[in-house]
């Protein structure tokens, strides 16, 4: 096992800040003549709490090492990408797709920007954005049926009621009545609540 003299340590701790652990060695070994591995170097760091400040990552205003230069390697031409390339799975705006819950998605920018097609349908028959706080659902809980009539906007708190108690159903006009149900089985809960605290 290789042990640092005096004068050794203190190199190490002079030259630790700004260089990597290959470039401490480098200077290290030209400096005393030794040939000892950058693993050595880097455990005398860790054991002795040093560090070089660097984090890896490249510093803004830092120079990089190849400006200004050519290319000087060859090779790899066929898998660069090239101005103007798509990939090969590129989908253009006003693509769809199914997601991950089952909900269609609709392109609607590049490069990968995707929205809820009921959504976009619900505002462009109905005018307007759909308020915070509020979700579009299928009447008839078919996820592909974008018809105006199907597509019912409800408050998150109607909707949670609506789960709650199974008032989603096959029929768009069953699940409008599901949402009123919903306002009344708020209603009751805020009453019973109410009279809770009035106790």
């Known amino acids: 096992m290789f042990r640092f003299s005096p004068d050794q340590k203190e190199f190490i701790k002079a030259n630790v800040v700004g260089l990597s652990n290959a470039d401490l ?4 070994n030209a400096h005393f003549g030794l040939t000892v591995r950058e693993t050595q170097i880097k455990s005398f760091k860790k054991n002795n709490l040093l560090s070089s400040g660097l984090t890896g990552r490249f510093e803004k205003g830092r120079m990089p090492f190849n400006k200004g230069q050519k290319r000087t390697w060859a090779g790899g031409e066929d898998t660069q990408f090239r101005m103007g390339h798509k990939p090969h799975n590129y989908m253009p705006v006003g693509s769809e797709r199914v997601n991950a819950d089952g909900y269609v998605d609709l392109k609607i920018a590049d490069p990968n920007k995707w929205r809820g097609k009921h959504l976009i349908e619900w505002e462009k028959h109905n005018g ?5 706080g509020h979700a579009v659902i299928f009447g008839d809980g078919n996820r592909t049926n974008f018809e105006p009539d199907n597509l019912i906007m409800v408050s998150r708190a ?6 709650r ?10 699940t409008r ?5 919903a306002d009344i089985y708020r209603k009751i809960g805020e009453r019973k609540r109410s009279d809770r605290a009035d106790r």
């Open 177 to 181: 009545t599901g949402v009123i149900m």
């Open 25 to 28: 060695t480098r200077q290290f």
């Open 158 to 163: 109607q909707l949670a009621v609506m789960n």
């Open 128 to 132: 307007g954005s759909i308020p915070k």
């Open 165 to 174: 108690r199974g008032l989603i159903q096959c029929n768009a006009d069953l």
